[in-house]
């Protein structure tokens, strides 16, 4: 799936500055020294000038710079923490794919993380003989559709010679190098029109960053390819095990019959999967992954002129190519509805789609006016008409835009008993409502400022701010039509947009009913013959230690101080204030936390939900949600097992009437029979549907059923007979009753704690003095006035303990669900919490099994290419007196699964050693902690966390102390101790017609759980 990073920022007026470039926007000059010599690019003979392009009054400060070669190149500081988003942003995705390979720019995407011939080697030129024999044999293998025991032979040679290969390479290395630096989230996507590479740097290690960076664009050699080809085959599986996947796919090709937006998929076809070109990748490769056909977008603590120094330092020498022009296929229009139906076990839905003008276009700015009117989370026509007043369990708009062209997609789920053609009714109508220009004159202003609101949230977010620069790079517009972009959507009317939703919204529908039953066409990708590749735990390339050696600056970490951090003072007696300022943007979000939930009662799970289907005093429910709309401000109650939150939040300038409004909705909210009988309905709807997804299935209800029993935590609900007794007034005599129990008050907004009584002069007063100035209420007054609690608040009822049961048995549980893989977990029990092992559980995880660098990682798919996604954690509980858990997961076909039990059962029980790993997981968490900064509301729910543990410091404090003195004979004692040999239970879904029972039965005594038994009802 494409990610949408679209990242709406207003547009500003050009203004003047020195020095002008080439274009007509204003540019400014850098004049810069160069540094010393790189690791693989030399160092520029003389000063260079650095021209960039930039917007006056821009609120990200973005630099442009364009390098010699057409490197593209966008900055924009933010010192929020030492670190940096970086983003590798490629003009070329799945729609450049051949037809005759598709799928592969994503795979691609996976070779690039494999390495150079300098990266990833042991003896270059020793593995490339046995690569480019491999490169041969996929062509050969190709043409051998028609003759399976030719091919079979053939694969036969490709998989000896892959381990011949394997010997001289050094398998992860670029993730070695990402978890050494301290690096987060390294991780890329392909869609459509674009393969993203992503990073989030310390600050201090821009220069290795960028070295390896252009080690990889520079070159891309297909190491490992079989091996990783069959991850792919697990990724290709879980979508074919994902109906919202197989939906939006016959969405696409219905909607674009000719363009490869509908007649290619991102991940490709079995057929491409299985018949590989090694040889039309390197071209792909070559043609696409060039320097002016790339742009980086770094956004963090960095310096411009040193930044785009270093930049140019590495990648400046790259040559450029002409990239080959995509003629994209025009698709003639939709005349008449098309229909299509998908059957799968998930449950049921109906999807519409449009087909619109691309997202660079003004109907690509009106289309995402279109969708918000439709659904904007609180007063949208679906919002209400729909979701507000139950006539369907959900619904919702959402929009895929690209460069083309761009998809509307409305969708909803039926309540019980509801066929999806009326729920298509309903969707079509609210559709009708914006034709008609039937909606609120004052829906497009609030849609407006509320979009500002998140734009100015999302400016906290280095990730967000670098995804607007990329974002604008594959659109292949200017910053500052790109800003333009939100000016336009500021102006667009009520009567823009009813012209645009008759002239686009017509018979040119496609309609896609996903209903639950068993697909006739499911398929799988087969197993292939793969003998496992060494692990090469403890070699490292020339260039690895090379780089690694490089000097950068030491960054100390800052850890929270509660004590500094938070002020905390009383609102009143009992009810205690912990207060953060904002002195970054005008936001604010206020929380009451009481500590209570549906383990002291089940009912408040079902009293927090109803409260969205209430009005007060002379507003409606709806009327409710416009009205906080209008006020850019919005707010949730949820009840967690032990926990209840009541947040408001939003523009701080309107906090006391939205706070007043919110007050009253708590403390006086009108019962509704006919919204508490539609919720039941919807309720026991949902439970129905939960028994249809595998997550659920497995995350929630099986591991809840093994750690509890079958009374527990998941299972303490009301059951449907409760349900349809509860009364309207017994709920909302339950919410009144909410504000009188002992809670606290955390706020983060830029409000002062006490009343300001030095803001500006009143007009026409004579002096300072206390009456000639504007009050400014501070929050204590404020809250004091408005939230509405007795004089002396009661402690929250006694919870319901769930015991914790032994697992002492080995056992294997398994649940019957019709899917192509298997997935497993292992899960054993541990100690109680103890802060003590907080160290020892983070070195342990770091190296094991918590990431792409880590020993089950690199074990299980990349040596034996059992699975796409595997790992393990020892896991630490989230409140004093509850036990650790080791939680260990493999998802891969179930003819695979007795080799992949194996395979994660031999880690667990003789942990592999590599002191190399051990000292890169040392690296990736001392220059994690020091560059990380907890900051914002954050401080808040970091002290939340803490307490529960029964902490009043910042634990990373201990963990970056300790860990870097661990050895390895430490962590195997922890290991020993805690892992190797322990009782565990095995939870199993799959499909009971692909299920090795025996293969189950060597692990414990196997028992099927029904879904009545995990679910309770």
Same mark, same amino acid.
């Given at each position: 799936m494409k990610k949408n990073f679209l990242l709406l920022i207003p547009a500003l007026t050009v203004l003047g500055v020195a020095t002008q470039c080439q274009s007509s926007k204003t540019a400014s000059t850098a004049s810069t020294t160069p540094a010393a010599a790189p690791v693989t690019a030399a160092a520029p003979a003389?000063?260079?000038?650095?021209?960039?392009?930039?917007?006056?009054?821009?609120?990200?400060?973005?630099?442009?710079?364009?390098?010699?070669?057409?490197?593209?190149?966008?900055?924009?500081?933010?010192?929020? +923490?030492?670190?940096?988003?970086?983003?590798?942003?490629?003009r070329a995705g799945s729609k450049n794919d051949p037809a005759t390979a598709t799928g592969l720019a994503h795979y691609l995407e996976h070779m690039v993380f494999k390495g150079t011939s300098q990266l990833g080697t042991q003896d270059w030129a020793k593995e490339k003989v046995e690569l480019d024999k491999i490169e041969a044999l996929y062509e050969v293998y190709r043409g051998q559709r028609n003759d399976p025991a030719a091919r079979?032979?053939?694969?036969?040679?490709?998989?000896s010679i892959s381990g011949v290969a394997a010997r001289y390479a050094v398998p992860n290395e670029y993730d070695k190098v990402m978890g050494a630096i301290g690096a987060k989230g390294s991780n890329a996507h392909t869609s459509n029109e674009e393969t993203v590479y992503q990073e989030d740097i310390p600050s201090n290690q821009l220069e290795k960053w960028a070295a390896i960076q252009a080690e990889r664009l520079r070159e891309m050699?297909?190491?490992?390819?079989?091996?990783?080809?069959?991850?792919?085959?697990?990724?290709?599986?879980?979508?074919?095990?994902?109906?919202?996947?197989?939906?939006?796919?016959?969405?696409?090709?219905?909607?674009?019959?000719?363009?490869?937006?509908?007649?290619?998929?991102?991940?490709?076809?079995?057929?491409?999967?299985?018949?590989?070109?090694?040889?039309?990748?390197?071209?792909?490769?070559?043609?696409?992954?060039?320097?002016?056909?790339?742009?980086?977008?770094?956004?963090?603590?960095?310096?411009?002129?040193?930044?785009?120094?270093?930049?140019?330092?590495?990648?400046?020498?790259?040559? #450029? /190519?002409?990239?080959?022009?995509?003629?994209?296929?025009?698709?003639?229009?939709?005349?008449?509805?098309?229909?299509?139906?998908?059957?799968?076990?998930?449950?049921?839905?109906?999807?519409?789609?449009?087909?619109?003008?691309?997202?660079?276009?003004?109907?690509?700015?009106?289309?995402?006016?279109?969708?918000?009117?439709?659904?904007?989370?609180?007063?949208?026509?679906?919002?209400?008409?729909?979701?507000?007043?139950?006539?369907?369990?959900?619904?919702?708009?959402?929009?895929?835009?690209?460069?083309?062209?761009?998809?509307?997609?409305? @969708?909803?789920?039926?309540?019980?008993?509801?066929?999806?053609?009326?729920?298509?009714?309903?969707l079509l109508?609210?559709?009708?409502?914006?034709?008609?220009?039937?909606?609120?004159?004052?829906?497009?202003?609030?849609?407006?400022?509320?979009?500002?609101?998140?734009?100015?949230?999302?400016?906290? #977010?280095?990730?967000?701010?670098?995804?607007?620069?990329?974002?604008?790079?594959?659109?292949?517009?200017?910053?500052?039509?790109?800003l333009q972009q939100q000016d336009d959507?500021?102006?667009?009317?009520?009567?823009?947009?009813?012209?645009?939703?008759?002239?686009?919204?017509?018979?040119?529908?496609?309609?896609?009913?996903?209903?639950?039953?068993?697909?006739?066409?499911?398929?799988?990708?087969?197993?292939?013959?793969?003998?496992?590749?060494p692990a090469n735990r403890d070699v490292a390339s020339a260039y690895y230690k090379q780089l690694t050696a490089m000097p950068s600056t030491e960054l100390q970490p800052v850890f929270v101080d509660y004590k500094k951090d938070i002020q905390e003072t009383e609102i009143k007696p009992g009810?205690?204030?912990y207060y953060t300022h904002n002195a970054e943007n005008g936001l604010f979000n206020l929380?009451?936390?009481?500590?209570?939930?549906?383990?002291?009662?089940?009912?408040?799970?079902?009293?927090?939900?109803?409260?969205?289907?209430?009005?007060?005093?002379?507003?409606?429910?709806?009327?409710?949600?416009?009205?906080?709309?209008?006020?850019?401000?919005?707010?949730?109650?949820?009840?967690?097992?032990?926990?209840?939150?009541?947040?408001?939040?939003?523009?701080?300038?309107?906090?006391?009437?939205?706070?007043?409004?919110?007050?009253?909705?708590?403390?006086?909210?009108?019962?509704?029979?006919?919204?508490?009988?539609?919720?039941?309905?919807?309720?026991?709807?949902?439970?129905?549907?939960?028994?249809?997804?595998?997550?659920?299935?497995?995350?929630?209800?099986?591991?809840?059923?093994?750690?509890?029993g079958p009374k527990n935590p998941f299972t303490n609900i009301l059951s449907e007979k409760e349900l349809k007794a509860v009364k309207p007034e017994q709920l909302t005599a339950l919410l009144k009753k909410l504000p009188t129990y002992q809670h606290r008050v955390l706020y983060y907004g830029p409000r002062t704690r006490e009343d300001d009584l030095s803001a500006t002069p009143r007009p026409g007063s004579k002096g300072p003095g206390r009456e000639g100035m504007y009050k400014r209420d501070g929050v204590v007054s404020i809250i004091d006035h408005l939230h509405q609690t007795p004089a002396k608040l009661t402690p929250a009822p006694a919870a319901k303990d769930f015991a914790e049961q032994p697992l002492k048995d080995k056992k294997v549980y398994w649940v019957d669900y019709n899917m192509v893989?298997?997935?497993?977990?292992?899960?054993? /029990?541990?100690?109680?919490?103890?802060?003590?092992?907080?160290?020892?559980?983070?070195?342990?995880?770091?190296?094991?099994?918590?990431?792409?660098?880590?020993?089950?990682?690199?074990?299980?798919?990349?040596?034996? +290419?059992?699975? @796409?996604? +595997?790992?393990?954690?020892?896991?630490?509980?989230? /409140?004093?007196?509850?036990?650790?858990?080791?939680?260990?997961?493999?998802?891969?076909?179930?003819?695979?699964?007795?080799?992949?039990m194996a395979g994660m059962e031999a880690l667990l029980t003789d942990m592999p050693v590599a002191e190399a790993n051990l000292e890169i997981a040392k690296n990736a968490i001392r220059n994690s902690i020091s560059t990380e900064r907890i900051t914002k509301e954050n401080i808040l729910m970091s002290y939340e966390r803490a307490k529960r543990l029964g902490l009043d410091y910042d634990i990373r404090r201990d963990v970056y102390a300790s860990t870097q003195k661990m050895t390895f004979d430490e962590l195997k004692k922890f290991q020993l101790a805690k892992v190797h040999g322990q009782n565990q239970v095995i939870l199993v879904i799959g499909s009971k017609d692909r299920l090795n029972f025996k293969e189950l039965a060597k692990y414990g005594q196997v028992q099927q759980l029904t879904l009545k038994e995990i679910f309770g009802y």
């Open positions: 003389a000063p260079k000038e650095y021209r960039y392009e930039s917007v006056p009054g821009d609120p990200l400060g973005v630099r442009i710079y364009h390098l010699d070669n057409g490197l593209t190149v966008y900055l924009s500081d933010y010192k929020d +923490a030492p670190r940096i988003q970086t983003y590798l942003a490629v079979k032979r053939t694969y036969h040679q490709i998989d050699v297909p190491r490992l390819f079989h091996t990783e080809l069959e991850a792919v085959y697990e990724e290709k599986n879980r979508g074919l095990d994902s109906d919202f996947n197989k939906e939006f796919e016959a969405l696409n090709a219905a909607l674009y019959p000719t363009h490869p937006y509908g007649t290619q998929t991102t991940i490709g076809t079995i057929e491409h999967l299985q018949n590989p070109s090694i040889t039309e990748i390197k071209k792909y490769f070559g043609q696409y992954y060039v320097p002016n056909n790339v742009a980086l977008c770094l956004s963090g603590d960095l310096d411009y002129d040193q930044t785009i120094r270093v930049i140019d330092k590495y990648f400046g020498a790259m040559p #450029s /190519k002409p990239v080959p022009a995509f003629n994209a296929p025009v698709e003639k229009p939709l005349t008449a509805p098309i229909t299509k139906e998908i059957l799968g076990p998930q449950s049921e839905n109906v999807m519409l789609g449009f087909r619109l003008p691309g997202k660079a276009s003004k109907d690509g700015v009106r289309l995402r006016m279109l969708d918000k009117i439709l659904t904007n989370g609180q007063a949208g026509l679906i919002d209400l008409d729909l979701n507000q007043q139950q006539k369907v369990l959900e619904a919702a708009s959402f929009t895929d835009l690209n460069d083309d062209y761009s998809t509307h997609v409305i @969708y909803g789920t039926p309540r019980q008993g509801q066929k999806l053609e009326e729920v298509k009714a309903l109508g609210e559709l009708d409502k914006v034709k008609k220009g039937n909606f609120p004159d004052w829906l497009i202003p609030a849609i407006i400022n509320n979009e500002k609101l998140t734009r100015t949230k999302s400016y906290e #977010s280095n990730e967000a701010r670098a995804s607007a620069m990329y974002e604008a790079f594959i659109e292949r517009i200017d910053w500052k039509d790109y959507f500021g102006k667009i009317t009520k009567a823009e947009i009813v012209k645009f939703a008759n002239d686009n919204y017509g018979p040119n529908v496609v309609t896609v009913f996903k209903r639950t039953g068993t697909d006739p066409n499911k398929v799988k990708v087969v197993k292939p013959a793969i003998t496992p590749v009810l205690p204030l929380s009451y936390v009481f500590d209570l939930g549906k383990n002291n009662d089940p009912r408040w799970s079902l009293a927090t939900d109803y409260l969205q289907y209430l009005g007060t005093g002379n507003y409606t429910a709806a009327q409710l949600q416009q009205e906080f709309y209008k006020l850019g401000c919005s707010f949730n109650v949820s009840s967690g097992p032990d926990r209840i939150f009541v947040t408001l939040n939003g523009l701080d300038s309107n906090l006391e009437p939205a706070l007043k409004l919110f007050e009253q909705l708590l403390n006086a909210p009108k019962p509704d029979a006919v919204a508490l009988k539609d919720m039941v309905a919807g309720v026991l709807k949902q439970r129905q549907d939960a028994k249809l997804e595998k997550r659920v299935i497995l995350n929630q209800a099986m591991v809840n059923y093994v750690k509890y893989q298997a997935e497993i977990l292992f899960l054993t /029990k541990g100690d109680l919490y103890s802060k003590e092992l907080a160290p020892t559980l983070a070195l342990y995880n770091e190296y094991f099994g918590g990431g792409m660098g880590s020993i089950v990682f690199q074990d299980l798919r990349e040596s034996k +290419a059992l699975a @796409y996604s +595997a790992y393990s954690g020892y896991n630490s509980a989230d /409140k004093l007196g509850r036990s650790n858990y080791n939680l260990s997961y493999i998802g891969t076909q179930s003819d695979k699964l007795p080799e992949a």
